[in-house]
């Protein structure tokens, strides 16, 4: 690629692949970087898989694993020593084990939202989501922090928050089945914020008390 804006003459990225060695554990390798500082490598045991050739560019991205954690009966747990961890659990996610979208805590890790697509909340109500494969001006991820600032421990992570998608059958998520709400649990707060030549807003609704929320989609991606 040949740059006329001033930076190096030429960057160069190459792919190579060969044989597959038994002697290496893995089927892929990506140097791990940040959403403001990707790193460039990435190395591939013969392998081309839609998860492999996805996840290890997001490593370069700064992404992380997307796990799933099983806690017996029941959905979630205030104590998650007792909870099984898959490393590579969330099988609707590239970086998990399904070839999908990034999740929404990934999505806004990586500051693809905009505006008020990213919205915090501590209030009981009524949203409206919008899928989270399009571009849009609606509400695409819905952040509920765990009921009275109570955290979970997790590893070396502290997880603060429940985080709700609407996943549908469209673009890359074509294969998906029918329309439905996945819920996520993350670290601290990672809303869109203000970046060099974007704006982006941070949208918080009124904090009252958790009691419920209802979700409901439109019938049709937002435009």
Known sequence: MIQTDGGPSCQQYAFIFGPNQSS???????QVGSSDK???DTW?????SCVVAVQEPGHNYGMQHSSSLTCGTAPFADNLASCTHSEYGDKYDT????CYHMNAWQKLYQKWFGGCNGVR???SGKFNLYPIESPCNGVQVLQLPFPG?????WQSTTLTSYYLELRTKLG???KYPEPNILIHVGAAPILPRASAGTARTECTAPPIRIRSASVSWPTRACQ
């Open 24 to 30: 290496c554990g893995w089927s892929g390798l990506g």
């Open 38 to 40: 990707p790193a460039s």
């Open 44 to 48: 591939y045991n013969d392998s081309v």
């Open 95 to 98: 970086m998990g084990g399904g």
């Open 121 to 123: 909340t501590t209030s």
């Open 149 to 153: 600032g109570k955290t979970r421990s």
């Open 172 to 174: 890359f998520d074509s």
